[in-house]
């Protein structure tokens, strides 16, 4: 594909073809190296759940949650870790009150939930990151590879069907769907280690500038399990609660998860309701149809590397020409995104046009990085799909 190929030769620094030398909700995300995700909570600038560091697995998991009953449980008041906390009390009462839930149920479910000591200490951490301070080229580096561009090939040959399936049904491409898990879960390689309900309580309880909105998503999440039919004890996740291929926090399934395999449940752990629910995420939030996505700048001087960039500011393709920026190929049309991306810390910034639909990949996660490192892992696996 022309896009992959130009950047290539394009950047001095990284070749990302296969078998050539190689070099993560609405709030932001936070750019971290293992998954970012739909769908999380805001971090010091993230919107999906971020992993903390956890081990790789070298095959994709396999998991079904939903369908399986939402379990036999049942107390007359809360017990265990969070006994008598007057917030998680007051939660339970209220959802009981007006979502239906049974009360001694939920004292059943939430006597069980675990106050993750690691949870607190991974959020603590997160308020100190100071993002990617490496630059562009590391941040990169870690998603687009030769082994990861393998790893989606494989996939997209998996579940090649679904995946057509998914571009005629919401006009998403594959390779945007299979940039988006690869980012997230390394196609279902890191789903996350923590129970999803111990990470949002724990959340909740001791983030407290975050609070109420883990509150929110924990109800949500309570009530994902109840109509998937999940055990709520079951489901693990990100330590901020995101959950599946695509790492959606219980929000954002509420709102955009799909049943894309018909058997009656969304479960975003299963692959296939992830391809389609991510495609439809995409959908919802503006993407167009055959519409561009980014490309490289050719500028006749420094002074883009100065001038106001990313997705918050708005351009128009003529006001970029005017200031001497030109797409290397392609008419894209309508808005577009100076893209000034640092290479290093305060050294050269690599020059690149965005779109609309590259604005539609950061309200998945509001980072410029993450959005280019999105679109270039897909045209890498593209690439290789189509030899």
């Avoid at 001095?12 to 078998?19: E, F, I, K, Y």
Wanted: proline share 4%.
């Amino acid at each position: 594909m022309r896009l992959f190929r130009d950047f290539c030769t394009y950047s001095a620094v990284a070749v990302l073809a296969l078998g050539l030398s190689a070099c993560s909700q609405t709030p932001q995300k936070i750019e971290s190296d293992d998954g970012v995700g739909a769908v999380t909570p805001k971090q010091p600038g993230g919107k999906h759940g971020r992993h903390g560091k956890q081990g790789r697995n070298e095959e994709p998991q396999s998991v079904s949650y939903g369908g399986q009953g939402v379990g036999n449980y049942s107390a007359a008041g809360l017990g265990g870790d969070f006994a008598g906390n007057a917030q998680l009390i007051g939660f339970i009462e209220n959802l009981a009150a007006s979502s239906g839930f049974n009360r001694n149920y939920l004292y059943g479910v939430f006597s069980q939930v675990r106050n993750r000591d690691d949870v607190a200490r991974l959020w603590a951490q997160t308020s100190n990151d100071p993002g990617s301070p490496k630059g562009w080229f590391a941040y990169r580096d870690r998603f687009v590879n030769a082994a990861n561009v393998q790893r989606g090939v494989e996939f997209w040959q998996q579940y090649s069907s679904h995946l057509q399936r998914a571009e005629q049904t919401y006009g998403v491409p594959a390779e945007y769907i299979i940039g988006i898990m690869g980012v997230e879960t390394r196609w279902g390689r890191i789903l996350g280690k923590h129970r999803v309900i111990d990470a949002l309580v724990t959340s909740a309880i001791t983030n407290q500038r975050r609070s109420d909105f883990f509150f929110k998503e924990l109800k949500n999440y309570m009530l994902m399990t109840r109509s998937e039919r999940m055990d709520p004890l079951a489901p693990k996740g990100s330590f901020a609660g995101a959950m599946g291929y695509g790492q959606f926090m219980p929000s954002s399934f509420h709102g955009y998860a799909v049943d894309f395999d018909g058997d009656g449940i969304r479960d975003l752990w299963n692959p296939v309701d992830a391809i389609g629910s991510v495609a439809n995420y995409f959908a919802q939030h503006g993407w167009q149809r055959g519409g561009a996505v980014a490309v490289p700048a050719q500028v006749s001087s420094n002074a883009y590397a100065n001038m106001p960039d990313g997705f918050k500011v708005k351009y128009t393709a003529s006001s970029l020409a005017a200031q001497g920026i030109t797409p290397q190929y392609g008419n894209g049309s309508g808005t577009a995104y100076l893209l000034a991306l640092s290479t290093v810390p305060g050294g050269y910034k690599e020059p690149w046009i965005g779109y609309n639909n590259f604005y539609v990949i950061t309200r998945y996660n509001h980072s410029n990085y993450y959005a280019m490192t999105v679109h270039l892992l897909g045209q890498g696996v593209r690439e290789r799909v189509g030899k």
